[in-house]
């Protein structure tokens, strides 16, 4: 199983994950269709930060069942967290912050955020 390595801009948060990323998400809820950003979900466990999570700023909205992590330095947003509808924990990664992923080979799924 690959491990990829992400930061956002700054490197003020640098984290890695592990897994075989096939797809992204490209959602167009509110706070998606702003941020630009192209998600793939991983279970939580396969996610580790190498910086403090102390280092983290997190933005709440809608139903607040997602932590959106972003890096209070250079406003980039790396991953968030949150719970499935099964109870497990996922992480939501964005690809373009990780290190060596042709993002143009990726099947990319539009979700319909903004009905929810």
Excluded at 31 to 44: N, V
Excluded at 102 to 116: E, Y
Aim: aromatic letters at 8%.
């Amino acid at each position: 199983m690959p491990t990829y390595q992400g930061r956002c801009h700054c490197g003020g948060i640098v984290f890695e994950v592990d897994g075989e990323i096939d797809q992204a998400i490209d959602c167009n809820c509110s706070m998606c269709s702003k941020r630009g950003g192209l998600l793939w979900f991983a279970p939580r466990e396969a996610l580790r930060l190498s910086t403090p999570e102390a280092g983290l700023s997190t933005y709440r909205f809608n139903t607040m069942k997602i932590a959106h992590h972003f890096c209070p330095t250079c406003g980039i947003a790396p991953f968030g967290e949150g719970v499935c509808p099964d109870g497990a924990s996922m992480a939501a990664v964005n690809v373009r912050c990780l290190e060596g992923v042709d993002i143009a080979a990726l099947k990319i799924v539009q979700v319909d955020g903004s009905r929810f």
